[in-house]
């Protein structure tokens, strides 16, 4: 089972222009940023399997519509959108590399086809990773977590946001790590970096986007099995 998340960072409009930091409440996080999302098309991103599955499951039980993304485990994304049809859910799954421009388009527009216009995304994809020390980790990991989690985020924000800014209404939650709010563990550098990267996206949008309806939080998870 996935640990709960520790924390998260909002922009409530509804009480102040600024950002704020809010300690994770499990009951509240539902009620507030999905129950009210009532019957709202979402996307998960890397949702195949651990924090991203359960994510699409835990949105599906409250009414959302599901957007099960994958890469390459097509296989384990359709046993997500089987246990969500199951209990009474709808959902399909969407294959993308979210690093690539072209695929995240084609993604979103398989999901307007078939729900309509995203209301709610979850970034939560990142490539595996295993420590590794500093000095023998080659640029190309470097590259493939930056260019996942950092210009995946990047697209699939871009791809879904005019249609969130002209319902002054979206929802977007980006997946962080506790290594990125204290000491992190030893040799795991391009993840850190990475994930903290995604912290300050998540920072500057809330701030940005939160005056034009749109909420950007960020939610931190423990260590999962």
Same mark, same amino acid.
């Given at each position: 089972m996935d640990a709960l998340p520790v924390g998260s960072f909002a922009h409530d409009s509804l009480l102040s222009r600024q950002p704020r930091l809010f300690i994770w409440q499990p009951?509240? #996080? $539902?009620? =507030?940023? #999905? #129950? $009210?999302? #009532?019957?709202?098309?979402?996307?998960?991103?890397?949702?195949?399997?651990?924090?991203?599955?359960q994510t699409a499951i835990m949105l599906a039980r409250h009414q959302a519509v599901v957007a099960v993304n994958f890469h390459h485990a097509a296989d384990r994304a359709e046993a997500i959108v089987k246990h969500i049809t199951s209990f009474g859910g709808r959902a399909i799954s969407v294959q993308a590399d979210v690093s690539d421009t072209a695929q995240v388009a084609r993604m979103i527009g398989e999901i307007r086809e078939a729900f309509g216009d995203v209301d709610i995304l979850v970034n939560n994809a990142a490539p595996p990773t295993s420590p590794a020390p500093f000095r023998t980790t080659g640029w190309e990991k470097w590259q493939?977590?930056?260019?996942?989690?950092?210009?995946?985020t990047h697209n699939c924000i871009m791809a879904v946001l005019e249609g969130m800014v002209a319902?002054?209404?979206?929802?977007? !939650?980006? !997946?962080?790590? =506790?290594?990125?709010?204290?000491?992190?563990?030893?040799?795991?550098?391009?993840?850190v970096t990475?994930?903290?990267? +995604?912290?300050g996206l998540s920072r500057a949008l809330a701030s940005e +986007?939160?005056?034009?309806?749109?909420?950007?939080?960020m939610v931190?998870?423990?260590l999962t099995d």
């Open positions: 009951k509240f #996080f $539902m009620k =507030t940023y #999905f #129950f $009210m999302n #009532f019957c709202r098309v979402a996307l998960v991103t890397g949702a195949s399997k651990g924090i991203g599955a493939q977590d930056l260019e996942v989690m950092i210009h995946g319902k002054k209404s979206g929802r977007i !939650i980006n !997946i962080i790590s =506790t290594y990125t709010l204290g000491a992190p563990p030893v040799q795991l550098a391009s993840y990475a994930k903290s990267g +995604l912290t +986007l939160g005056p034009l309806g749109v909420t950007v939080n931190a998870p423990g």
